[in-house]
């Protein structure tokens, strides 16, 4: 915790964590990144060894027609969530991850009634793409070492 006595500038509580704060700084920020994406691309890897197999599903939630809707939805969970993991189009890849997140977070809470308590993990990783959204990939991503960012 810290405590702010100018603009931006902030007075740690417990001084001595300012060193392992800054050092840990772009590790955590790193690993949210890998296991947002992971975890997306474990999740599409079921669909995308059968890319079709979701066309059910995702009619049933009104995209039609589903043999578009449910190969796109495979892709961009498998690829986009490698690149995420990876920090390469960091940015897009997220936002894309991002919609299909909030899309669930939608069917679980209105469609299927289950409110926050049905929702809350898609809640949860939406906002953590949402982060990488709007930050990007960081010092250690493909993005940055190719100089380049979305």
């Known amino acids: 915790m ?3 006595t100018e603009p931006g500038r902030t007075r740690l509580l417990i ?8 050092a840990l700084h772009d590790l955590a ?3 949210l990144r890998v ?4 975890f997306l691309a474990i999740h599409g890897s079921q669909k995308i060894v059968d890319p079709f197999g979701a066309v059910g599903m995702v009619e049933g939630l009104g995209f039609y027609p589903g043999t578009f809707w449910s190969p796109l939805l495979s892709v961009t969970e498998f690829f986009g969530g490698i690149l995420i993991a990876i920090g390469f189009l960091t940015r897009p890849a997220s936002f894309a991850g991002m919609i299909i997140l909030l899309v669930t977070v939608w069917f679980h809470w209105i469609v299927q009634g289950q409110g926050f308590s049905g929702a809350e993990k898609s809640l949860l990783w939406a906002t953590a793409l949402f982060f ?3 930050r990007g990939g960081n010092r ?10 979305l």
Not at 15 to 22: E, F
Not at 35 to 38: F, I
Request: hydrophobic share 40%; net charge negative; glycine share 12%.
């Open 2 to 4: 810290s405590h702010t």
């Open 15 to 22: 001084p001595a964590m300012g060193n392992i704060y800054s």
């Open 29 to 31: 920020e790193t690993l």
């Open 35 to 38: 296991v947002a994406g992971g």
């Open 132 to 134: 990488f959204v709007i």
């Open 140 to 149: 250690q991503s493909v993005d940055a070492h190719l100089g380049r960012a």
